[in-house]
């Protein structure tokens, strides 16, 4: 007996996802929990078990296209089962196969009177454009006019995907300067915003800004780097950074905090888990560091080149996103100085770092060029002020121009 797997409730607040690769075609055998689709959802990219085995009768739907939980991926069935002999319950998931081929050849076999002056608006309506009812709120919702598309399902009928296709070219005409592109915020992107704007609607946020002189820091890591590299491990400056804030934070734990609105109050979090922003194609990432107060720079670099390579695979897994207390963001890595980072939600505070720079400076009353890095220090007004952002900063500049003190007070 078939049946018609749905998209499962994925969790973590998950509505909907962009499938972007099927693991299985039409005709193949597949097995209880085996992943048969990759989709991308707002957060990651999952792969997608099937819940019974059996033989892919029909994909209902194409890589590319959205889909919305409770929605049917595919039917699944026994072997020598047909797609076809299926009840028209499948009309969930929007247009039947035996539903439109009724449809077109009505349309088709229409009189030709019909469409003169004169006709009924609605029967007109009808044979100029064949259409389901499910593709015509598709078109609705996405701004899509339906008499501009050339349907490509049997009679010229319009389906789900030639709709999709459409909102993905250029309409140079919805644009009276010029040729312009509507491209759809979804996915990545999409949460970003959404985080973002919550972020800034729920924290008061001011960045302060300093300079370090990491000359030291500097030539260790010159010395350590080919010995972990001989190892296979990539040693970057983030390492330090971490370590460096996590010592600044045991000091000054509000920075170190979320904000209960409800209850109106601080959380001062007894745990170090910095969240580290990775640029990737669709956007910025921020998987979590756990516990950092418990792992050395090398177990830090070991992990951040595992977590970056997930990241940019989106690859991911769903709670490493989650739970962080601080977060870093490096736009020194394309060349930015100094910026005004937006605080991670529900974090209270966020540490930009800048392109390191070789810089005249003062160094035992004597003029010398030093390696300097430029600190962005975004923090929530309501729960700290300029004066403690300064002496947060102040000792973070301390750890990072002596590491040796990193080694001395870190696991």
């Excluded at 028209?88 to 088709?108: H, Q, T």
């Excluded at 972020?199 to 820091?217: F, G, H, K, N, W």
């Excluded at 007894?270 to 516990?291: F, H, Q, S, W």
């Excluded at 991670?344 to 770092?353: K, R």
């Amino acid at each position: 007996m078939s049946f018609d797997f749905l998209l499962p409730d994925l969790g973590e607040g998950i509505a909907e996802g962009e499938i972007r690769k099927w693991l299985v075609k039409e005709g193949d055998a597949v097995q209880e929990h085996q992943s048969v689709l990759e989709l991308e959802t707002d957060k990651a990219v999952v792969e997608v078990p099937s819940p019974q085995g059996g033989i892919i009768l029909k994909l209902a739907r194409e890589e590319g296209e959205m889909v919305k939980v409770g929605e049917v991926l595919m039917v699944v069935g026994e072997a020598g089962e047909k797609a076809e002999a299926r009840p028209k319950s499948v009309s969930v998931v929007g247009v039947l196969p035996e539903e439109e081929e009724s449809a077109a050849p009505r349309a088709a076999k229409r009189p030709k009177s019909l469409s003169v002056v004169g006709a009924l608006p609605e029967i007109e309506e009808a044979a100029a454009v064949l259409a389901m009812p499910a593709v015509r709120a598709l078109a609705k919702e996405k701004s899509v006019s339906l008499d501009k598309i050339k349907g490509s399902g049997t009679g010229g009928s319009i389906l789900r995907e030639d709709v999709l296709k459409a909102v993905k070219l250029p309409s140079p005409e919805e644009d009276q300067y010029g040729a312009a592109e509507r491209m759809p915020i979804r996915g990545l992107r999409k949460t970003i915003a959404k985080n973002l704007l919550l972020a800034q609607r729920t924290a008061a946020p001011v960045t302060e800004m300093d300079e370090a002189d990491i000359s030291e820091l500097w030539s260790l890591r010159e010395r350590e780097k080919k010995p972990l590299q001989d190892k296979g491990i990539h040693l970057t400056f983030m390492p330090f950074f971490i370590k460096a804030v996590q010592h600044a934070l045991m000091e000054f734990g509000d920075f170190n905090a979320s904000v209960d609105e409800e209850r109106e109050e601080l959380i001062v979090k007894k745990y170090y888990n910095i969240g580290v922003a990775v640029d990737t194609a669709e956007g910025l990432i921020v998987p979590v560091i756990r516990n950092v107060e418990k792992k050395t720079i090398r177990e830090l670099a070991e992990e951040l080149q595992t977590l970056g390579k997930q990241a940019r695979e989106r690859t991911v897994k769903l709670e490493t996103l989650k739970g962080s207390s601080f977060s870093i963001t490096n736009f020194g890595t394309f060349g930015a100085v100094f910026a005004t980072p937006i605080i991670n939600y529900p974090d209270v505070a966020i540490l930009g770092t800048g392109k390191i720079t070789d810089k005249p400076w003062v160094k035992d009353n004597q003029i010398t060029i030093r390696k300097v890095l430029p600190l962005s220090l975004t923090f929530d007004h309501r729960v700290n002020d300029g004066a403690g952002a300064a002496k947060f900063l102040t000792r973070l500049v301390a750890y990072l121009e002596d590491p040796a003190s990193l080694f001395i007070e870190s696991a």
